[in-house]
Nanobody, 125 residues
């Protein structure tokens, strides 16, 4: 499984960015998987941000982003999106998407064995 995150960049506080995660290399048996977004800043562990179940029917969010971020997926395109609104300086981090071994949207990093390269998000005035 290959995952490629994109869409990062710079934004001002209160602004918006939309991240994309393209998934490829899936076998039929791996199509029932959740996708998660995590973020990491230097010297810190990866932090869960949001996740979406295999069919998009359920989502999970970290308390720090709930109400500001929205995760969605397009199964036809094998893509997952993270719409980030009302950005804050503390949202600054490297954002990575990952494919879960499970179909449900879990928050623990250990459920996600497949990772893509991250995309940097910087929020500052």
């Amino acid at each position: 499984v290959q995952l490629q995150a994109s869409g990062g960049g710079s934004a001002q506080p209160g602004g918006s960015l939309r991240l994309s995660c393209e998934v490829s290399g899936l076998s039929l048996g791996l199509r029932y998987y959740a996708i998660g977004w995590f973020r990491q800043t230097p010297g810190n562990e990866r932090e869960f941000v949001a996740a979406i179940s295999w069919n998009g029917g359920s989502t999970s969010y970290a308390a720090s982003v709930k109400g500001r971020f929205a995760i969605s997926r397009d199964r036809n395109k094998n893509a997952v999106y993270l719409q980030m609104n009302s950005l804050k300086p503390e949202d600054t981090a490297m954002y990575s998407c990952a494919a879960s071994r499970r179909p449900i949207a879990t928050i623990t990093v250990y459920d996600y064995p497949s990772w893509g390269q991250g995309t940097q998000v910087t929020v500052s005035s």
